[in-house]
């Protein structure tokens, strides 16, 4: 009977230890986040071997990015339904060597911004003689994304517009200006989309273009016939945009091909992004679907074929909002990381990073998400994030930013979000039963993340230390080494915000190497002027890592073209090897580091 | 929160329902697990809700394990594994968290609290709406709870609602579901009217997923309702009216911590009563 008792009382302790566990598990934590310390550039310096300064205003950039004001109809909800549209794309549009930004207006007749790099630290917009930034004109839609890539291989990147609206695709003449050649493309007239992206997907060395809609193509958002445009379900969601492949002829005009090719899909694109993922030397395509699963296309040079299920990218359903490749454990094979969304006490879908899980490959390529193992799993309602190295320690780092709706700070649509997300169709489905916004937040003010990649499986947030700082409502994510001094640094579209350039300052002591490549496409062979879809992998120090050229990655966004690598301290490069979009294989052996290494695909 | 239909397992024993005409020969007490097994199959099968079977898995496996360690050592016999399985099948469905050991430490929440929290041998909360409010409270920063796993769609809406209504009919608590059902309908029209939000939007919750669940299992267990049935009516109406209320201060999870509130205070009430009546019968007896 003694015995008895004790167990029981036993059992009373273990039920108090039981409910203490969510404490102690939060204090761990809390003891672990505490290392972040405020600001300080000589601390993180020595402590994480880097620092950022947010310099827009010194750089002479003033860029604020305004929304869209849809349908009177959707007023409650404007907030919600023209959240996106904030977007940055890095571009040497006039081959002088230096990086420049181009950033997206979403506000009828505001206007786009083409930041000229002055190699001098500053940043001059000149989109408006070159004739790019008055683009969102009455009845032509808005601007939400762009993307370049040298079309007709001239070797200067022309650009592509996505919008909700009328798409935009400009010929770059020369650096000197641009001209709109969307008419003789043969473009769509009408489609709501926020992501494109060039590849090259047959390998024909002629760039093409894969568009992929979120709302519906029919819907003209200032001029509703219905207010029935919202997604039929929060996880599973079939009635969103198109997709669209645009195959190039090569005589300035495209094809649309993707029934074709093998890609049929309505759900709410956001973020699409390809790279050689099985080491074909084609480009698949992965694509961050907002209100379901992410779909993964492999593509054999002539069709695609979805295989998100098989691979696991495609089971969970969340609300994908960004797509981006890196080698993040030095092995010569991509990670993806995808974004979501988590609210703590609310909605916990948590970021995804899909990591290949050991001995698998090719065709039989299986995903794991290891985004919790890693430490990137929760970044709030997160956006766009790119992998870079931003110290200069040879392995990738992760930039993420986020942020929803800030408004009032006090008062929250949470509520209201999460009883409408729920219900059925027929009335998630129309604008009118959704509560009206009021001024309230919906995730906002939101802190940013910036993981530095221990090279082991281990990320840790630092953006604090660091000077990442801000709490704007984060888009879009572009890394590039603006001032050509070896390091990444990092611009950042803030919907109705600012936008941010943060100007990295890395420690002494650790190296780097960068490639700028360009193909020799000629009659339907070699590969494309802009080289998007090379490969460079390059071995040090007894590892490796590959990179790729994007033709658009992250959200709504493209890095530079310029491929950046972090050796570490005391690197011995062992060799480069290049490999084309045309096949071709390239090796430098043993590149000097500390210096741009500029390729042209041999003959 | 999903416990009714199954066997009594921990005495004393919940009074004897009228028995119901066997119209095919499963034990009541497997019917709760066959039909929630089959909505997570199917559920899973067509729209994909787990997001891991291990997850699940682990959830069940440390409910049942649970059960049978503490049957052993309060009652010295192995305790029928049905209710536990359905506590652990439950905190499989309804927990959404990234990580594992949430789906572990809230069946073991609901399983233990089971034992501990008893009042004159009976335990007052559902389990497993006493393991998720709980886990909802204590760490908001890990878990939500499901709430659209299987689409906002009406097809799966109406093939649980139909097959749902059927076994609850079959089990004579029909009325339940049906007073609670009615109950947000009414406190939805009146909430609409309150906030100024579409009334749609105030009813979208109970065309959900999560509360095909909540109305055909949770509130409906037999062993954390009160006996009458005029009982279980007011009870589950009083429910429905905590939740509005918590509604009206923007719980997101109202409906949980209305069970969580409603359901022990009642029981309580009920277990006075009946020592009262004891009482009054022993002193009855001895004048």
């Known amino acids: 009977m003694t015995g008895n008792r004790i167990a029981r009382a036993l059992v009373g302790i273990f039920f108090i230890a039981l409910l203490a566990t969510p404490f102690v598990i939060k204090r761990m934590s809390a003891a672990r986040d505490a290392g972040q310390s405020k600001p300080d550039a000589s601390t993180a310096l020595a402590r994480h071997g880097f620092y950022l300064q947010e310099v827009s205003h010194a750089a002479g950039i003033n860029f604020i990015h305004q929304a869209p004001k849809l349908d009177p109809q959707l007023d409650a909800i404007m907030p919600e339904v023209a959240s996106m549209g904030a977007s940055v794309s890095i571009v040497d549009f006039d081959r002088d060597g230096w990086p420049d930004i181009y950033v997206t207006n979403s506000a009828i007749g505001s206007k786009n911004a083409l930041y000229r790099n002055m190699h001098d630290g500053t940043f001059k917009d000149v989109a408006a003689e070159l004739g790019i930034a008055d683009v969102n004109q009455p009845g032509t839609g808005v601007s939400t994304g762009a993307v370049w890539g040298d079309f007709d291989n001239d070797g200067y990147e022309d650009l592509f517009l996505i919008k909700w609206g009328r798409p935009e695709l400009f010929h770059n003449d020369h650096g000197h200006g641009f001209t709109s050649v969307t008419g003789q493309a043969g473009l769509p007239p009408w489609l709501n989309a926020n992501t494109a992206i060039w590849l090259d997907y047959d390998g024909d060395g002629l760039l093409d273009l894969f568009i992929g809609g979120y709302y519906s193509e029919d819907i003209d958002l200032w001029h509703l016939t219905t207010t029935r445009i919202m997604p039929d379900s929060f996880e599973y969601a079939r009635n969103g945009g198109r997709k669209y492949l645009f195959h190039n002829l090569g005589n300035g005009k495209f094809e649309e091909v993707s029934a074709r090719v093998g890609i049929d899909s309505h759900r709410w694109a956001l973020a699409a992004a390809a790279a050689d993922l099985r080491g074909t030397g084609h480009p698949d395509l992965f694509l961050s679907n907002d209100y379901g699963v992410s779909e993964l296309y492999f593509n054999d040079g002539k069709r695609f074929h979805e295989v998100g299920q098989q691979t696991g990218v495609g089971f969970a359903p969340k609300s994908g909002m960004n797509t981006a490749f890196g080698d993040i454990l030095n092995q010569g094979r ?68 986020n942020g929803y709706i800030s408004l009032d700070r006090n008062r929250s649509y949470w509520y209201d979000f999460s009883k409408v997300a729920g219900g059925n169709s027929t009335i ?40 990442v700082t801000d709490t704007y409502d984060g888009r879009s994510v572009a890394l590039a080494d603006l001032w050509n001094r070896g390091v990444l640094d990092v611009v950042v579209a803030n919907q109705s915000g600012p936008l941010l350039l943060y100007k990295n300052t890395v420690a002494p002591g650790n190296q780097w190497i960068e490639f700028e490549l360009e193909g020799t ?29 994007s033709g658009g990655s992250g959200f709504a966004a493209q890095n530079d073209r310029r491929l950046h690598f972090g050796l570490g301290r005391n690197p011995h490069i062992e060799k480069a090897v290049i490999r084309w979009p045309s096949g071709k294989t390239q090796t430098v052996n043993k590149p000097t580091a500390n210096q741009l290494l500029k390729m042209k695909e041999p003959a | 929160m999903i416990q009714q239909m199954r066997a009594p397992a921990l005495p004393p024993q919940a009074p004897a329902q009228s028995k119901p005409k066997p119209w095919f020969s499963l034990d009541n007490r497997y019917i709760a697990p066959a039909f929630i097994t089959c909505i997570l199959l199917v559920g899973h099968l067509s729209f994909g809700i787990l997001e891991s079977y291990q997850k699940t898995l682990l959830a069940i496996v440390t409910s049942i394990a649970l059960e049978l360690v503490l049957g052993q050592i309060f009652f010295h016999k192995w305790v029928h594994p049905a209710s536990a399985y359905i506590s652990g099948i439950s905190v499989g469905i309804l927990l959404r968290s990234p990580a594992f050991w949430p789906y572990a430490l809230c069946s073991a929440i609901s399983i233990t609290s089971k034992y501990v929290l008893r009042v004159k041998g009976r335990h007052i909360w559902n389990p ?31 093939v649980i609602w139909v097959l749902g209504s059927v076994i609850i009919w079959r089990l004579h608590r029909f009325h339940i579901t049906g007073i609670y059902v009615a109950s947000f309908i009414a406190f939805a029209l ?5 906030t100024g939000s579409p009334w749609l ?25 009160v006996r009458s049935k005029r009982g279980q009516c007011l009870v589950v109406f009083l429910v429905a009216l905590v939740e509005a209320v918590l509604r009206l201060f923007q719980i997101v999870y109202a409906p949980f911590y209305a069970l969580f509130m409603v359901g022990p205070t009642a029981m309580l009430i009920e277990i006075w009563l009946d020592s009262r009546r004891a009482n009054a019968a022993k002193l009855a007896v001895a004048q």
């Open chain 1, 521 to 549: 496409s000629s009659n339907h062979s070699g590969s494309n002027r802009s080289a998007i879809g090379a490969q460079v992998t390059l071995f040090w120090n007894g590892q490796r890592q590959v990179q790729e050229v």
């Open chain 2, 201 to 225: 939007s105030e009813l979208a919750p109970i065309t959900g997923p999560m509360y095909q669940l909540f109305i055909f299992f949770m509130i409906t267990d037999p062993k954390t309702t």
């Open chain 1, 334 to 401: 991509y990670s993806v990381y995808v974004s979501n969304i988590s609210e703590d006490g609310i909605l916990i879908q948590g970021n995804n990073l899909w990591v290949p899980q050991e001995g698998t490959a090719g065709d039989t390529i299986k995903y794991q998400n290891l985004a919790r193992d890693f430490g990137v799993e929760l970044g709030g309602w997160s956006f766009g994030a790119q992998f870079g190295d931003l110290n200069n320690d040879g392995t990738l780092d992760l930039y993420l930013t």
């Open chain 1, 428 to 467: 998630i489905g129309d604008a009118k039963n959704w509560p009206a916004f009021e001024g309230r937040s919906l995730s906002g003010y939101q802190t940013k993340r910036l993981w530095l990649n221990d090279g082991a499986g281990k990320f840790v947030d630092v953006a604090q230390s660091v000077g």
């Open chain 2, 128 to 158: 497993s709406n006493f393991g998720i409010s709980v886990m909802l409270f204590l760490a908001p920063d890990t878990v939500a709870t499901l709430s659209i796993q299987w689409g906002n769609y009406l097809l799966p809406m109406l």
């Open chain 2, 190 to 194: 009146l909430r609409s009217g309150i």
